[in-house]
Nanobody
Framework: QVQLVESGGGLAQVGGSLRLSCAAS????????IGWFRQAPGKEREFVAA????????LYADSVKGRFTISRDNAKNTVYLQMNNLKFEDTAVYYC???????????????WGQGTQVTVSS
């Protein structure tokens, strides 16, 4: 069973940057997809970005396109989420998750990390 551990959350200013990491306990299978989701207070969890483990194919929510970049380091079994030009509305708990389906919806992700808090302030 793959375990996912997020790190890198914290406090950032509006317009600032943070980089989140999602470390997998073992090398994901080649057909795995790693996704990032977020949940703001009082809101439902929403999709942020996803990347295929065996290709450079990526997918982004419209709300983060052009500001966030998802990438991976195969040697470290780690997926990153570089977040630039942060906005107040990016404040949320960010989760990484794994699935074998591209363009999967939330319930189709099989493994989840514990989440890391991102707070954007002025």
């Amino acid at each position: 069973q793959v375990q996912l551990v997020e790190s890198g959350g914290g406090l950032a200013q509006v317009g600032g940057s943070l980089r989140l990491s999602c470390a997998a306990s073992e090398r994901p299978f080649s057909n795995n997809v790693i996704g990032w989701f977020r949940q703001a207070p009082g809101k439902e969890r929403e999709f942020v970005a996803a990347i295929r483990w065996n290709s450079i194919t990526t997918l982004y929510a419209d709300s983060v396109k052009g500001r966030f970049t998802i990438s991976r380091d195969n040697a470290k079994n780690t997926v990153y989420l570089q977040m630039n030009n942060l906005k107040f509305e990016d404040t949320a708990v960010y989760y990484c998750a794994a699935t074998t389906k591209w363009r999967a919806v939330e319930y189709e992700y099989d493994y989840w990390g514990q989440g890391t808090q991102v707070t954007v302030s002025s």
